[in-house]
């Protein structure tokens, strides 16, 4: 259901009228408020605010959950923001870029959670670049996925930024286990606004880290609840909801589109709404990725001296997504946020959202009370992004009964009903009811009308009555029908409420089939790799090719556009190439078929010396759930030996981890994950290297920043 008129507002209209004489001053504390007096507060407030609130109240605006579950890979009626992402991030490119992932993180989840918010990659009508905001958007969320949520594998042949989304739930917590990470005592706000769930034997429900942005907390499952259902009861009765469905990719798009005063929103940072004022930069809080780490974990990554090591990770992270969503990075981006301060209330960033007690003085009501709340920055139990929760603040904080004064006559609620999906190759008729739609004394009138102005025209049987049969025609393509109803009280007072048919065709005319070939395997630096498709239509239709390569590589498509060429990229280690084609025919069916090309590296990395040093089994041996700091004793893990440079635990010694120094003198082989500072020395290709400055990624015999020392004692 789509609501074109907010009641809320309805209710604005109406008009002001005096206090009656039982709320005249009487010098002690009012019992009593008028509702008018109290939605004409709530008005003026909202009215004051900054151009910014609008907008955040914009960006957070959702979709019906019925046409999110209508959602399939490629249909013509899905959102345009949907079909953006589409096209940027393929089902293959989802499997490459997230292949150690948990099964539950999949791409049409995450085709559903980009429809649920159209901000997600949305249009733009001010000229801003809408698919460049939306790559540049992907990239980050893909990046901070994979530092909150990858599997940190060192060792593994899947390079570390393709991790991400291993972990479905949190380490070591369970859908049985009770009771963490809930602030559930009825007597803290957190309680009272967002009560836990309870589990059968009486204990309470747990809100552990859940889904692509590890959830936590029953003070943030409730929001998310209230935004996906429009309650916060749902989930903090389900949470495993957060892990089991959309939900779990979802969860990380509503942390991306709303703010947490006075931090923005990361979208408004990335596509440029946000724009710093004095305050941040003095604070060092300036466009690019950099801050949105700050906004997601200031505190723990942001404002030392040098580079967090999770930060840096998320650095690195991000600029391989860039590399491979073609984000073009700025030479003057800042990507890290070494130096940077939080946000305060003086950025540009703070924005008052949640409703709070006006502990100011009234010398008009009978105590000084104000009997008003005011909008605020820190988070309570009253939002203003909710409807309702002004007078519920209002009614709490001064301990008073809100009296409806409006002459029994508040504006209706028009209620259209959830959306239709009928399959339409025939003529198909349903019903749709305005039963869910209510007024205080009663609806006087009822009236449909097809809106959505596709001239192809319904029939409907009582077009003035609650209830009325709809008949959809048969169609030769699938269409999406608008009917509109309005419902009006005695007085004259109407709402508006939308119902969405979806008719689909399933189109006699048949797909094409496409079947691509190509080599399993070439080696890296090849010129004229040809990838060639075989197409057959059951019509003998025209079939159009769309063709995508992974990894951003340039080819060129053949006159016929059967295939393609390109020339394989050098490589570190065998790396998966991924080759992608569309086929289209005349009646707008689409498949679309892949193949893996392995790209082979032709030089192994490194020696083939064993890294073992002697003397490690006279250290400890490394425990993953022990705390090290900079104080402890070297320990010992896998042969080597190594020693904690700051706080760490459960985060594994590896020669690329930053977290850890390395203390064994072993000739260990170049790695594209590990991080070299001037001086340090690794092996490739029979030579031993030394690095002049800090460099990551960056192939010795290649990049200036290595010096050849001579030969390696571990020869490739």
Avoid at 468 to 474: D, E, G, H, S
Avoid at 625 to 641: A, F, I, Q, R
Wanted: with cysteine; hydrophobic share 35%.
């Amino acid at each position: 259901m789509t609501s074109l008129i907010d009641s809320r507002l309805a209710i604005y209209c109406t008009a002001f009228i005096a206090v009656p004489s039982a709320f005249a001053n009487n010098g002690t504390p009012l019992k009593e408020l008028p509702l008018s007096q109290v939605l004409a507060d709530e008005a003026a407030i909202i009215a004051t605010q900054s151009e910014s609130y609008q907008l955040v109240m914009t960006s957070i605006q959702t979709r019906d959950n019925a046409v999110v579950e209508a959602i399939t890979p490629h249909h013509p009626n899905n959102p345009s923001n949907v079909k953006r992402v589409e096209r940027i991030v393929s089902e293959q490119d989802w499997d490459y870029l997230f292949a150690e992932r948990d099964p539950a993180y999949t791409h049409l989840n995450f085709l559903k959670a980009v429809a649920k918010y159209p901000a997600l990659c949305g249009d733009y009508s001010d000229g801003r670049d809408a698919d460049a905001i939306c790559r540049k958007t992907l990239a980050t969320m893909f990046a901070h996925f994979t530092q909150e949520t990858g599997g940190h594998n060192a060792y593994s042949e899947i390079p570390q930024w393709r991790q991400g989304l291993y972990y479905l739930r949190e380490i070591g917590w369970q859908e049985t286990t009770s009771g963490g990470y809930g602030l559930c005592d009825p007597q803290t706000w957190q309680g009272q606004a967002y009560p836990c769930g309870k589990n059968p034997d009486g204990s309470n429900k747990s809100y552990f880290g859940r889904g692509s942005k590890q959830l936590s907390y029953n003070y943030n499952y409730g929001p998310f609840s209230q935004s996906i259902y429009g309650n916060v009861e749902k989930l903090l009765n389900e949470p495993e909801l957060v892990a089991d469905t959309w939900l779990n990719l979802a969860s990380a798009v509503f942390f991306y589109l709303y703010p947490q005063p006075p931090k923005p929103s990361m979208l408004h940072v990335i596509d440029g709404t946000w724009q710093p004022n004095e305050r941040d930069k003095q604070n060092g809080l300036v466009p690019g990725f950099g801050v949105t780490t700050q906004i997601i974990n200031g505190g723990v990554e942001c404002g030392g001296s040098a580079e967090h090591i999770q930060s840096q990770n998320r650095i690195d992270y991000y600029r391989q997504f860039a590399k491979h969503l073609n984000v073009p990075i700025a030479p003057n981006e800042v990507l890290g946020c070494k130096g940077m301060k939080q946000f305060d209330d003086g950025g540009a960033g703070a924005l008052n959202i949640f409703w709070e007690e006006n502990w100011g003085w009234d010398a008009e009501s009978s105590d000084g009370r104000t009997y008003q709340c005011q909008l605020v920055s820190y988070q309570g139990s009253y939002s203003s992004f909710i409807e309702g929760d002004y007078a519920k603040c209002v009614a709490s904080k001064f301990n008073v009964d809100i009296i409806d004064d409006t002459n029994g006559n508040r504006a209706p609620i028009a209620n259209a009903g959830q959306d239709h999906q009928v399959e339409a190759t025939e003529a198909v008729t349903i019903t749709v009811s305005a039963s869910q739609s209510s007024d205080d004394k009663g609806i006087v009138s009822y009236q449909w009308q097809q809106t959505d102005g596709s001239n192809i025209p319904l029939q409907l049987s009582a077009p003035n009555a609650e209830t009325t049969q709809v008949q959809v025609p048969a169609l030769e393509r699938s269409q999406v029908f608008n009917l509109t109803l309005t419902v009006a009280d005695a007085e004259g007072k109407t709402a508006q409420d939308t119902v969405a048919i979806v008719a689909n065709v399933t189109n006699s005319n048949q797909a094409p089939k496409v079947v691509l070939h190509a080599p399993k395997e070439v080696n890296e630096e090849f010129i004229g790799v040809k990838v060639h498709a075989t197409v057959s239509d059951p019509e003998n239709d025209a079939v159009q090719l769309n063709w995508q390569v992974s990894q951003n590589i340039s080819f060129t498509v053949a006159h016929d556009q059967r295939s393609i060429i390109f020339d394989a990229p050098a490589v570190t280690h065998d790396t998966p190439i991924s080759v992608q084609v569309e086929a289209i025919d005349e009646a707008q069916n689409m498949v679309s078929s892949s193949v893996t090309i392995t790209v082979k590296n032709n030089q192994q990395d490194g020696g083939q010396c064993e890294a073992i040093d002697p003397n490690a089994n006279q250290y400890s041996a490394y425990q993953s759930d022990k705390v090290y700091t900079e104080t402890s004793s070297p320990v010992s893990h896998l042969g080597l030996v190594y020693k904690a440079k700051w706080w760490v635990q459960g985060n594994e010694p590896t020669p690329a981890n930053e977290a850890w120094e390395l203390l064994s003198t072993v000739e260990l082989p170049w790695s594209i994950e590990a991080v070299y500072n001037g001086g340090d020395e690794v092996n490739w290709q029979g030579k031993r290297w030394q690095a002049q400055w800090w460099t990551k990624g960056d192939k010795p015999g290649v990049a200036g920043v290595w010096v050849d020392v001579g030969a390696a004692s571990c020869p490739s």
